[in-house]
């Protein structure tokens, strides 16, 4: 049986421009989806994508052990809004109203500014890696970079959810983390980088409980 | 032999975990939480660094505690140095009297195993080296102490998103600043790397200070979290930020060289002064107006840095020295009042309440004189001699310091006159539910305004100690 070190090793032919546009379309995803089963997968995959860049400049073992810690994040936002969508579904009964028309145009509305703000991000994520290359990493990894930075930032910028916000912050940090392994081989750094992720997912998680008990909910949407 | 630096680590995480387990008993648990941060305060301050002293019991043998021995911990250094004491000194006890209060104004939130973790965390990013660990553990922190900031299931989860936000978006920076350091040592001709260094550093300290127009998250972690768990923050978690910067320009002594170094300071202090000052008094809540108050102390305290003279280190010093006594109570006086009304702070809200908690009120508008820098409070003392000192070189920035107190005064005085509204009609007073505060809580709360008062009418007492802190950094010449 193959072991989960063969099956990247497998697919590290993707480990160029498809993980790149990879990064880029799950990213896209967390940015214009509010559907907390996509953007699950999409930040599943995108670890994935990241995981692939990362063995081409570091050993695969590290890399496997950061994507775990990726997975294991992911796992933390599944319970988490599992948990949630059990909290709420006394609040959803009662709120039978259907949406109104307007409702529904407003957020489409949203959806389609969030995706023009992406590829707006994307492009610019795209001009600067061509005019400031960054050190040490070959190109398509520092577009790669700088897309996850932008994508995450905008995330961050774009809501006040705890889950979109925390979202972000990991994307953030993944965009980083892709041009730190290259400056900054020690595995104290890349335990503590990883340390710091999974803490970033449980506060967020821990909010997002918060933010269903307290009602504030639709306040930050 | 026990190396100190292991046990400013460990200590505070076991007792940590312990208060967690008897969170159930909130005295029991505050006061282990108040014992552990004073008995690691008093240990820090008196235990000699050159020799090992006063047997220890340990596991039933006899063992000795090296206060001064660098120890390695998974290849890196702690080392407890003369500068590291003192900070270790402040967050200690600072942290002690927070847990002492909020032993009655909050016994039930996580602030106690939670503060005690933080403790642990802070202690650990002054020791280590090299400095990027101290980012990292910095960065895990913040992330701990939304923990504490988070009531569950009462309020906005708006402060602790924003703070975790904005300290990691400082992480990348403060990390990267290493590698451009070590590059710099291969190629000293190449000082582009020493401009990119710099600009990193002051962009990265800029978000972790919450200067204009990184601070969103200062009245938001004042505002939407639990009071004395935002206190920590602003003060325990901001002081460590504060001591981690004055350990960079003492590592690295070129930046204070930097030409820019004096006025980019001055002008990010003034700066939030300005809109500190400016803000305060348009709020209609008391949470946001005590951020706002932090976010004038903070720049009165970077424009004291930006004199770039050892009497400006002294004196930003001082203002950190004094923060928690305004801070601590404006938090306490709150958390008390909070309590009494649903957890809702804003005026419309309070209206009336200062008659049914009078030592809340009287703790709240002693901190708002103290976060504003008004005279009889600890805050005076810290804010005046900064424009004592200014006066001579610029008037303008002493006045603007001056007239940004008043500014949170307004905004403390709106709530005030809010709090102390007399009920309308003999019935309306009847129907208010009375809620006395308990002799204990007013005890606390007695013991803090009189330390409050003592360091704002005995400023001998506080002074020194900051010029003591400020001879150990040797950035500045005299």
């Known amino acids: 049986m193959p072991t989960l070190l063969d099956l990247l090793a497998r697919v590290s032919f993707l480990a160029a421009m498809p993980a790149v546009a990879g990064v880029l379309i799950t990213a896209g995803i967390l940015v214009v989806s509010r559907d907390w089963r996509l953007n699950v997968i999409a930040f599943t995959a995108q670890y994935f994508f990241v995981v692939l860049l990362l063995t081409r400049l570091i050993q695969l073992e590290v890399a496997t052990v950061k994507g775990l810690i990726g997975w294991l994040i992911c796992l933390v936002f599944y319970l988490t809004e599992r948990r949630v969508s059990m909290l709420e579904q006394p609040l959803a009964a009662q709120d039978t109203t259907p949406p109104q028309r307007w409702q529904r145009w407003a957020l489409s509305a949203r959806a389609s500014f969030c995706l023009l703000a992406a590829i707006a991000a994307a492009v610019t994520a795209y001009m600067v890696a061509m005019r400031f290359p960054l050190p040490e990493i070959p190109t398509d990894i520092t577009l790669a970079c700088y897309l996850l930075v932008g994508l995450g930032l905008l995330l961050v910028g774009l809501s006040e959810a705890p889950m979109q916000v925390g979202l972000g912050l990991l994307t953030f940090l993944s965009g980083f983390d892709l041009f730190y392994v290259a400056l900054e081989p020690s595995l104290a750094v890349a335990g503590l980088l990883g340390a710091v992720s999974f803490l970033i997912a449980l506060a967020t998680a821990h909010l997002r409980v918060a933010q269903v008990a307290s009602g504030d909910e639709r306040k930050t949407l | ?478």
Not at chain 2, 26 to 48: E, R
Not at chain 2, 129 to 135: M, S, V, W
Not at chain 2, 262 to 270: E, R, Y
Request: glycine residues 10%.
């Open chain 2, 1 to 478: 032999m026990i190396a100190g630096p292991l046990v400013l680590l460990i200590l505070p995480l076991v007792m940590a975990g312990v208060v967690y387990v008897l969170r159930r008993w909130a005295t029991l648990s505050a006061l282990l939480a108040v014992g552990t941060a004073l008995v690691l305060g008093i240990a820090v301050i008196t235990l000699s660094l050159d020799q090992p002293v006063q047997p220890l019991l340990f596991l039933g043998q006899e063992r000795q505690i090296a206060m001064g021995e660098a120890v390695t911990l998974l290849g890196r250094e702690l080392v407890l140095e003369q500068a590291d004491r003192m900070a270790m000194t402040y967050l200690f006890f600072t942290a002690a009297g927070l847990f002492f209060l909020a032993w009655r104004a909050a016994p039930h939130s996580l602030l106690f195993p939670m503060g005690l973790g933080l403790l642990s965390l802070l202690s650990g990013a002054l020791l280590i080296r090299p400095l990027i660990y101290a980012a990292l553990l910095i960065e895990i922190a913040a992330a701990l102490s939304v923990f504490a900031l988070q009531a569950e299931g009462k309020t906005p989860t708006r402060g602790g998103m924003r703070y975790l936000t904005f300290t990691t978006m400082a992480l990348p920076g403060l990390l990267v600043t290493h590698w451009l350091m070590d590059r710099y040592t291969l190629t000293p001709d190449d000082t582009g790397l020493l401009s990119a260094t710099a600009a990193l550093l002051a962009v990265s300290f800029a978000l972790l200070l919450g200067v204009v127009p990184f601070h969103t998250w200062v009245p938001a972690v004042a505002g939407d979290a639990v009071p004395l768990a935002g206190a920590f923050v602003l003060t325990v978690g901001n002081g460590a930020v504060w001591f981690l910067l004055l350990d960079f320009l003492e590592t690295y002594p070129w930046l204070n060289t930097h030409p820019l170094f004096g006025s980019l300071f001055s002008t990010a202090g003034l700066v939030m002064v300005v809109v500190g000052g400016l803000l305060a008094p348009a709020q209609r809540r008391l949470g946001p107006v005590m951020g706002y108050g932090a976010l004038v102390d903070s720049g009165s305290a970077l424009i004291a840095l930006g004199m770039h003279s050892k009497l400006g280190l002294t004196l930003a010093l001082l203002s950190l020295l004094v923060r928690p006594f305004g801070l601590a109570l404006v938090a306490a006086g709150l958390s008390g009042l909070r309590a009494r009304n649903g957890d809702d702070d804003s005026f419309d809200a309070l209206r009336g309440l200062g008659w049914r908690a009078m030592w809340s009120t009287a703790t709240l508008i002693l901190g708002g004189l103290a976060v504003a820098g008004l005279p009889v409070s600890a805050g005076f003392v810290g804010r005046w001699a900064l424009c004592r000192a200014l006066m001579p070189s610029s008037p303008g920035v002493a006045l603007f310091l001056l007239l940004a107190g008043l500014g949170v005064m307004v905004g403390v005085w709106k709530g005030l006159s809010a709090l102390l509204e007399r009920p309308r009609s003999p019935e309306e007073n009847e129907t208010q539910e009375i809620t006395s505060e308990g002799w204990l809580m007013a005890a606390v709360l007695a013991v803090a305004i009189l330390a409050c008062l003592w360091v704002g009418f005995f400023p001998q007492a506080i002074a020194p100690l900051a010029a003591r802190l400020a001879e150990t950094y040797t950035f500045f010449v005299p």
